[in-house]
């Protein structure tokens, strides 16, 4: 199943997607512009963050300013049908690509004619699990769908910063400690504390989550049984996506609030 599918998104309707979490964020955010740009979509791909600067086979323009004004009046010369990213500025040695400001979101998928736009929100250093510090993630108000990315290769690696992004303020929230292994319970306390996964997301904003790097049954079996955990203790997640999304048909299964 492609994530367009799974995600049962109203194309016809503008999308603001918001990526949160690790493990397969950026790979998302290309995968669903890719299937979106087949249905000639207009798709804004960016952060309000940073991200690693972007290859050049995963978008069709690339657009750098600090300036709103000319980023929407670019925007609006740009094809339907293409992928495009945007970013304030080039750093790091030309490795990262600094974000926009939150508030220009709206504004950009308005006034510069996107049918979608998708954000990355938070950074999480190439690592499969994460926890937000204070000032993450950074969500914009028009955001119209979560989705928490977490990566399965995770399971029974050491909470430390080899693993883990921010393994300290990770420890506290799921009450292990250093050094001590993640399993299956350890994810579901994430992805359920006020500081976790969903921290400062607001509540009447759709949520999924994304159980990714599932590449054997034993992996789908686990991952479905903490899919039902997370759908049974959660108020607020809809739906619980579990597969690879480096596969051309990314998701296995899904889990879903029934009620």
């Known amino acids: 199943m492609n994530l367009l599918n799974a995600l049962e998104l109203d194309t016809n309707s503008k999308n603001i997607i918001c990526l949160i979490g690790a493990g397969g964020k950026t790979t998302t955010m290309y995968s669903i512009s890719k299937e979106l740009i087949k249905q000639d979509k207009k798709v804004l791909l960016t952060t309000t963050t940073a991200i690693y ?5 995963n978008y069709d323009n690339l657009i750098i300013s600090n300036d709103l004004g000319q980023l929407i009046l670019e925007s609006k010369r740009l094809a339907l049908g293409s992928i495009t990213i945007i970013g304030k500025t080039i750093f790091y040695n030309n490795e990262k690509l600094k974000g926009i400001d939150r508030n220009w979101v709206k ?26 510090t204070w000032y993450e993630p950074v969500i914009p108000k028009c955001a119209t769908l979560m989705i928490g990315c977490i990566g399965l290769d995770i399971i029974d690696k050491m909470i430390d910063e080899k693993w883990v992004h921010r393994a300290n303020i990770f420890s506290g929230i799921v009450n292990q400690k250093l050094g001590e292994r993640i399993n299956y319970d350890t994810i579901l306390k994430l992805i359920l504390s006020k500081d976790g996964l969903f921290k400062e997301c607001n ?12 590449f054997n049954e034993e992996q789908l079996l686990q991952a479905q049984k ?3 955990n997370i759908i049974n203790e959660s108020n607020d997640i809809s739906k619980v996506l579990i597969g690879n999304v480096k596969e051309e048909n990314p998701i296995l299964t899904m889990v879903e609030d029934k009620s």
């Open 226 to 228: 903490l899919a039902e």
């Open 53 to 57: 600067y972007p290859m050049s086979k």
């Open 203 to 214: 509540k009447h904003i759709p949520k999924v989550v994304l159980l990714n790097k599932v």
């Open 107 to 132: 504004p950009l998928c308005t006034e510069g004619n996107y049918d979608s736009v998708i954000i990355e929100c938070d950074g999480a250093k190439r690592k499969s699990i994460k926890a937000p």
